[in-house]
């Protein structure tokens, strides 16, 4: 019989070796953008081809919100666990189908519309998974470790994109040109298959939450029907509150290393390695980031860094792109800091900051529609500003824009995790008190 600790230690390592599973089949496409531009949409251009491939990349995100609604529906109906399981099977389904796919080369058009396809049910599953790993290690913390614990499921999130950025290293660096473009880029799609067989025995056996068992209404009405008509408040106030951090983060690990792969004299994959061992350092600061705010309140950390990485945007974006490897460096370094301690938070205080029913919804939809409108397109905006309208400030504009929309949002909320800042319909009339928000 296992003790209540070590459920809890099996719940937290699940939900985050989950989300690290994950997220690698759906960050390695970025990271091989310019390897997947030259198989998928061959061009005389190298940037048109970047464009097309980022375009795809974006589509991923664009069904997110889709995802979410699908998604958050079983999380709200069957439970957090059974939301989870989804997730993953449909990842490993759509990773491995595209490990398959034939060339442009081979079969013409039909190669990118498959691809484009296969990155729509990807999208979908991410549109569950981040948000459905947060809900359900949340809401399985003890409250006054809640920020550190839940902070656990981002790191595997940013697991995932390590392994993604360091697998692509590995491949760029070791394998020649013509076997990179004939077969390598194939092999951790392939993997998908494996990654869903992994996810699914880690989570089948795990237990469904006591906030679920307690709140679940399995006949009320559809669970995103009930979070855009009671709860757009809400909706609207999550994702303004991590739309900045965001939009920074996939600009800076996302566009910069392969912007870096793209000028002339850079050696293959170097780029993308050091961007992994920058994302390794994040990685270790996010837990951070959730111990802080346990401590000294999530509002008042998250003011703070979100402050800090506003100051950042300018210098390190003009850094970022400044053709020199050495200066990207410096600005992901310098951008990791602020974003893992935002990063480290944002779970804990978004799942507080709504309730019971229907959290999954409220948390998928707002999450998938800034990443799908804002953050997922970040990388195509940079592409499109920088090498075509020749506009390096445009990104920074961009990011700084939101940054300052999440101080906003900040400012305008109370503390969700001191007994001193209760939360009231008052105070948030989208909050339908007959299932509170997570204390």
């Known amino acids: 019989m296992l003790t209540k600790r070590q459920k809890l230690i099996r719940v937290i390592l699940s939900g985050g070796i989950g989300s690290m599973l994950e997220w690698f089949d759906f960050a390695v496409y970025g990271y091989l953008a310019s390897v997947m531009a030259r198989v998928f949409f061959p061009s005389e251009d190298p940037v048109a081809g970047l464009l097309s491939t980022f375009a795809v990349f974006t589509v991923g995100y664009l069904m997110r919100p889709v995802g979410a609604v699908l998604l958050g529906n079983i999380g709200d109906r069957k439970g957090r666990r059974a939301m989870l399981l989804w997730s993953i099977m449909l990842m490993g389904a759509a990773s491995t189908l595209i490990g398959l796919l034939p060339s442009h080369a081979q079969v013409g058009n039909l190669a990118p519309l498959g691809l484009v396809l296969l990155r729509m049910i990807q999208g979908i599953s991410v549109g569950g998974e981040y948000t459905g790993a947060m809900t359900y290690t949340a809401e399985s913390s003890p409250p006054e470790h809640r920020g550190f614990f839940s902070s656990l499921a981002s790191v595997g999130a940013l697991m995932g994109l390590l392994l993604g950025s360091a697998v692509s290293w590995l491949l760029q660096s070791q394998l020649s040109d013509a076997d990179l473009i004939s077969w ?256």
């Open 184 to 439: 390598g880029w194939r092999l951790p799609f392939l993997a998908g298959f494996f990654i869903a067989v992994a996810g699914v025995l880690i989570r089948e056996h795990l237990p469904e939450t006591e906030s679920f068992e307690e709140n679940a209404i399995k006949s009320q009405p559809t669970p995103a029907l009930v979070a855009f008509t009671l709860h757009w408040r809400t909706l609207v106030q999550c994702g303004i509150i991590v739309a900045g951090a965001n939009i920074v983060f996939y600009t800076a690990f996302v566009y910069f290393p392969e912007y870096a792969a793209t000028l002339p004299g850079v050696q293959a994959g170097l780029s993308e390695g050091f961007n992994a061992l920058v994302l390794l350092l994040q990685i270790l600061i996010i837990p951070i980031g959730g111990w802080l705010s346990d401590r000294f309140g999530r509002r008042r950390i998250s003011l703070l860094f979100t402050w800090i990485l506003l100051c950042a945007i300018y210098p390190t974006f003009q850094l970022g792109t400044s053709g020199r490897l050495d200066d990207l460096i410096i600005a992901q370094v310098i951008l990791c800091f602020p974003i893992g301690i935002l990063f480290g938070i944002q779970g804990a205080m978004l799942v507080e900051i709504t309730p019971a029913i229907p959290r999954c919804s409220i948390f998928s939809i707002s999450y998938g529609l800034t990443m799908a409108i804002f953050a997922g397109t970040a990388p195509l905006l940079a592409t499109w500003m920088i090498q075509k309208q020749d506009w390096r400030h445009g990104p920074s504009i961009y990011a700084a824009i939101f940054t300052v929309a999440s101080l906003v949002a900040l400012y305008r909320l109370g503390e969700t995790n001191t007994p001193t800042s209760i939360i009231t319909t008052q105070d948030h009339p989208c909050i339908d008190q007959r299932h509170p928000p997570l204390r």
